[in-house]
């Protein structure tokens, strides 16, 4: 599953650069021992003061992330629809997505650079919040715009209407996701390789609302149907549009695989055990 | 438990006078057959442009709420430490606490007029936010004031530390608000007469966060503990303080009890078939 | 999706012929009008003291069940590896997997016989049970073989080590046994089409134990780790084997489908509605 | 809430004397040093080889528990309705009634002994199975006699009637059984001092089966409606009857208090933490 030893690695890091602090330096040590080079893009250049290489992050071999999960999702959404791989090691909380640990750094990147990785394609989604298409990489979250108040949602999924439901919002959530704010709203764990998507609320008022699991070529469509608060969508955490009262937004299990590269032991079931195993 | 024949009643209704139109009206021909005389503070008198009586409210023999749950909470906040009982005519959504249908208007007043009704206590929660002191009929809310940021909360019951949990929240619920947001996000339901509050937390991102019900005597203490994320502290579903990270907020069954009015049948259990039976 | 008009019909019914009533009767009527012909084996034949066919029922165009989910997942058990889709008139209590409604009955039989019908492809799961292989339509379940003892139960999935757990027993489901005994247990929904199995426990005594939804090409493996009670392994609801102490199961998605007949209009989400929703 | 210096100690061992090995050798030296004597009934004394003492265990301040949470329930079931407080050190497995860990055996009891422990009231449940009464310590369990069989149970409580369910079984717990199989089912955590019990059902095969937590004065009654399927009570975990179908079990909070010897420190949160903790 390895595509052979890494020469080119583009090079992504955390937006604060005191977060990933030294490790830049560790970094170059590394890869100037594997003969590997290191692409920088532009904002990245400008952070680290480093010059901006001749080539372009996308002829890249592959993503090096040093950074936390946001930063993991950030650059898998950036390099969806190229052949380049994403890899992490952890600087941040949870870093279910990252593949090495902060503590095996040097040695966990020497056997990456070896080729010694593989490479995982994850089920994305496709959505539309207004006019506009997106795909999450993790999710899309629509949710009351005003703290402390609930929203009545309809919904409808595959052609079927399933009423209106009063909530904090809805997730819609892809198997790499299902792990995240999906799981904190008592969401199924989708272990990686499956290709559907969850759909799970958030703190529904109602017992209708048992989690569902959706095959692709089912579309969920959201309405906002709350004459007096707006809701807000979320793609992998970020805001990307509101809904006044009768929008709607739309997500279907998507075409597009994000790839995520990893060392052969530190599988879905680790990575599980290890965030939340007893 | 009736206390005799009603001689006096304040009117307390919902805050858009369109919401319960003209039922002031019918209110006021049921009262006249029965002798009952109608009192309005300034601020319902103003709105209903009806002259405020002589006596105030506060003479009323019982407290009678034309709206939802909404206006029921303010109601029976108000006449916390007064004998006065409020009884609830429903024109919101869900109507938990109230004892009338709409549809059953005339019928359901003229028998409380005639002092066939019951008076439950419920139990309070004592509420502290910064340097305030509240009472909370339903519910204490501790929730991220950044729509789609989970925040970190410390928090420990009964001077035990829990340590701190990555979530969205936590609801401190009464019985009486057991069945609101507390039930919204997983809480057990507490009957009517139970001295308890329910602590539930909103989308934690662990395992180890099951409801847990505590009785008088344990302080419920939370603390912010998000270095960037502010949260907002709600009671009964009002904004009432902001929690800058480090700040805390606690909450334990209170002393005092709020007083609701109802017709004899409609007990709790009644209510929760209503609301979420099948 | 339909296959043309039915020239064969084979007919399976609950195992008390009470329970079918007049049934078989008011069936000849419309197949005899729409020109198909009825196929009995042996046992159907003496049930119903009817001369058995020269033609077997594995010469069907479609299979027929007169009963509720426990004869359709009989007969769908029987049928997989032919061709032959089985088709479900409700005479049962849920009736989640049968596609008529005991009270259309002529209506909706005469439109299957004209060939107005879909067949959905159902996952099925390969379980070993000690040296037997089997095959389940809807699930494996092991469960302590003593009322009212707890069971140890160690397990691992896809090669991955999950410890060991105290528990009444584990589910391993299908998309179509997901809202049947994984549906009980707090198990997630899988909408039928989607190629992975549920596996959830049941009355786990641990906050480790969210339920998972696992790919192909992931087994299951559990142990019997209880030194004093044996388990039990139930398939599609039927006792098939027992775990003695240190004795494993073994589930993983099955290579064959069942497939299931249903009118075009009665698709996963309006089963789903009519059998849970509000 | 100590009552003075331990003069003598009834002891009650876990039903295989090899569990607890040469434990009672080294709870004489600590007794000894202490001046405390220790009382045997007839079937200790004969498992254990030792002389009955003259005085009968209904005499000693304390019961002293060697074992797990089994012994502990069965000793605290026997001392109902004295005044005589059970502590246990735990030689079982989860030991959350138990006080003192067996690593800490001799210091902790050395402390006992000289007094220093607090006892906490525990409430329980008169409990009716056919024509005869009981009290539970933990829980009332009604479950289905035949494995992998769903029952119908109908319920009431308070009087209302809550319709009917497909189920496994019911529990109904008091606060010490609420981390017991009531845990194990998703009920919730009634911290000890709550004068309620928790009303949780097991495996149902519904949406409209939230845990209910239920006052004094609130009756609960279960009825078998399953024709052909018989249910078992179990009352603390001991099979105490069979519910033909149509017959029921009733369970309300009890008057009678178990009483609970534990040192100051080990709090109902400190077991919780222990147990369940992160």
Redesign the interface.
């Known amino acids: 599953m390895g595509s052979g030893a890494v020469k080119r690695a583009a090079v992504i890091t955390h937006g604060r650069p005191e977060t990933i602090g030294p490790a830049l330096d560790r970094l170059r040590v590394v890869a100037d021992g594997a003969g590997v080079e290191l692409l920088f893009d532009e904002a990245e250049a400008t952070k680290h003061r480093v010059e901006p290489e001749g080539k372009g992050p996308e002829d890249a071999d592959l993503a090096l992330v040093l950074g936390g999960d946001g930063t993991m999702l950030r650059a898998l959404g950036r390099y969806l629809g190229s052949d380049v791989p994403v890899l992490g090691v952890n600087f941040g909380r949870?870093g279910f997505l990252s593949s090495i640990a902060r503590s095996g750094f040097e040695q966990g990147l020497a056997r990456v650079f070896a080729g010694e990785y593989h490479v995982v394609e994850l089920t994305t989604l496709e959505v539309e919040v207004g006019a506009e298409k997106r795909v999450a990489v993790n999710d899309l979250?629509v949710?009351?715009?005003i703290?402390?108040r609930?929203i009545q949602l309809e919904w409808a999924?595959?052609g079927?209407a399933?009423?209106r439901l009063?909530?904090?919002g809805v997730v819609c959530s892809t198997p790499s996701g299902s792990t995240?704010?999906n799981?904190?709203?008592?969401?199924?764990?989708?272990?990686?390789?499956?290709?559907?998507m969850?759909v799970t609320f958030?703190?529904?008022?109602?017992?209708?609302a048992?989690?569902?699991?959706?095959?692709?070529?089912?579309d969920l469509i959201v309405w906002n149907r709350t004459p007096d608060v707006p809701a807000?969508a979320?793609v992998d955490?970020?805001?990307v549009g509101h809904l006044p009262p009768d929008d709607r937004a739309c997500a279907r299990v998507g075409r597009q695989r994000s790839l995520l590269a990893t060392l052969p032991e530190v599988?879905f079931?680790?990575r599980y055990?290890r965030a939340?195993?007893?």
């Open positions: 949870v979250v949710t009351s715009s703290v402390g609930m999924i595959g079927e399933f009423g009063g909530c904090d995240g704010y799981f904190s709203n008592g969401g199924p764990v989708l272990v990686w390789g499956i290709d559907a969850a958030v703190a529904p008022h109602s017992l209708n048992r989690p569902l699991v959706v095959p692709p070529g089912s807000t979320l955490g970020h805001p599988t079931f680790s055990s939340f195993g007893s």
